[in-house]
């Protein structure tokens, strides 16, 4: 497309001297020698890109004051249309504050071919690169629209584009009945996904069960997830129970920290999701579900298939779609808007301060550790200001190592046993680690367990 530029100068000389310039250099120019057929022009042809403008037009007058009234007309009609100044020495004063109030440039007369032709080239280039942003960003806000519209979001914040991916891909494949997997580091909101897959899928109206692995020793952990017959394992009571894969029927079932289940767990499940079939424990008797499984896990998988301690046939079963969710530090777009939203019941609000301390921590918790911080900060503010002070947020030079370089020692690991009364699952928890990760540095010590 050729770029088009209006003229605007009561002296038809400047205008066919500008005009010829312009061709040269292959822009289409259009002219007027009044304010009012400029403007004209203007509404006209919205493809003009740029206007050159005098600042007189009546003989007698050299005030500027004519130029001045066209500026701003000019922007009225067309606020980002670039607008280059042609001025003479005595209106320089009105020309810097034309160009404070967003005139693109000023050019005295005569003018220098050359760098009126660099300008004008610069600023028809920004203008572009200006409105292809715009056009950008209100097509991601329509996108962000349409989305919220189309589907429902669970109450979600955010405002990060790797958040908005992640939900055009999660409501996409919600429909459908394929396993989801969700990952992500502790906190980040993998749960809040999942309700979002649950809520948009063909079966929301079934039941939907949620069953966090990593909380109940293994056996246990077999007999809540696929039932078992009455006197099955010790301790399981003289009445035969249903599993969570049963009650799912229908449904989701929700399986969160999949990295935690044992290795016949993992047999079980795995045939669960080829063929919808398993048996409760202590029994024979094949049953068959239809169940939409999501799972989630803040371990990392494909290491656990390398140590040998997750199968990676299962893996690519549950795997079919991974969603990743950032951790927070990742998106810090998100930050503000979500303290903004923990807080809204409260009535309170940041002050600056607290807002920049905000984002130069790094939020190992991630979107709980934010919950938790507004939830304490407001509850000890009086006033409706929380400051920096308030927040009371860990120094990060003091902050320990993240995870994956943290050793824990053998003092660490027996103390934590020991405070866990000796439940793996708990301690593992507590020192950020896996199961089967706690099990190996147990080993190593030599630590009963
Ligand atoms: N984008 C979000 N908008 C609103 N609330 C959120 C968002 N992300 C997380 N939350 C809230 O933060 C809390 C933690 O999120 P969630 O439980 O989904 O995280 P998680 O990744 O499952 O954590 P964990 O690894 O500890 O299981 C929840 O109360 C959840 O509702
Ligand atoms: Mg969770």
């Given at each position: 497309m050729l770029d088009k530029i209006l003229i605007i100068d009561d002296n038809a000389g400047i205008i066919s001297a500008l005009s010829l310039l312009l061709s040269l250099h292959d822009i289409e120019t259009l002219s007027a020698i009044t304010p009012q057929a400029g403007l004209q022009l203007l509404r006209e042809n919205p493809d003009i890109s740029l206007v050159i403008q005098d600042?007189?037009?009546?003989?007698?007058?050299?005030?500027g004051e004519e130029g001045r009234a066209l500026f701003f007309a000019l922007r009225e009609l067309q606020p980002d249309i670039p607008v280059i100044l042609l001025t003479a020495w005595t209106q320089l004063e009105m020309a810097v504050e034309l160009v404070k109030a967003g005139a693109a440039d000023y050019v005295g007369k005569p003018w220098d071919d050359n760098k009126l032709i660099a300008t004008i080239k610069n600023l028809m280039e920004l203008h572009e690169l200006q409105q292809q942003q715009r056009q950008a960003q209100s097509r991601e806000q329509q996108a962000r629209a349409q989305l919220q519209q189309q589907f429902d979001l669970q109450g979600i914040v955010y405002r990060s584009n790797s958040v908005q991916k992640l939900l055009e891909m999660a409501t996409q494949v919600a429909h459908s009945d394929v396993p989801v997997l969700i990952t992500g580091p502790n906190g980040a909101g993998k749960e809040k996904i999942a309700d979002i897959v649950q809520a948009n899928?063909?079966?929301?109206n079934g039941p939907y069960i949620k069953v966090n692995?990593?909380?109940?020793?293994e056996e246990l952990m077999e007999a809540e997830l696929f039932g078992a017959e009455a006197g099955a394992y010790t301790g399981s009571g003289n009445k035969a129970r249903q599993g969570r894969f049963e009650a799912a029927d229908g449904g989701t079932l929700f399986l969160d920290?999949?990295?935690?289940?044992?290795a016949s767990g993992q047999v079980k499940l795995l045939r669960v999701l080829q063929t919808g079939e398993f048996q409760r424990l202590g029994s024979s008797h094949t049953r068959k579900v239809r169940v939409r499984v999501i799972s989630a896990t803040n371990s990392n998988l494909p290491q656990m298939i390398a140590d040998g301690s997750f199968r990676q046939d299962l893996f690519y079963r549950l795997n079919v779609i991974e969603l990743k969710l950032p951790a927070l530090s990742e998106r810090p777009e998100d930050l503000l808007p979500l303290a903004r939203a923990f807080l809204f019941h409260s009535g309170k609000k940041l002050s600056p301060q607290a807002q920049q301390r905000m984002l130069r921590y790094p939020w190992p918790g991630n979107v709980r550790e934010l919950q938790n911080v507004m939830q304490r900060a407001s509850v000890l503010t009086r006033g409706d200001t929380i400051d920096e002070e308030t927040l009371a947020l860990p120094d990060e030079a003091l902050?320990?190592?993240?995870?994956?370089?943290f050793e824990p020692s053998r003092e660490l690991l027996e103390q934590t046993l020991a405070n866990c009364n000796g439940i793996i699952a708990q301690a593992a928890r507590e020192l950020g680690l896996s199961r089967q990760a706690l099990y190996r540095r147990l080993d190593k010590f030599g630590i009963p367990y």
């Open positions: 600042m007189n037009f009546t003989a007698d007058t050299t005030s899928s063909s079966v929301k692995v990593g909380a109940l020793p920290e999949i990295g935690e289940l044992s902050q320990k190592a993240p995870e994956h370089s």
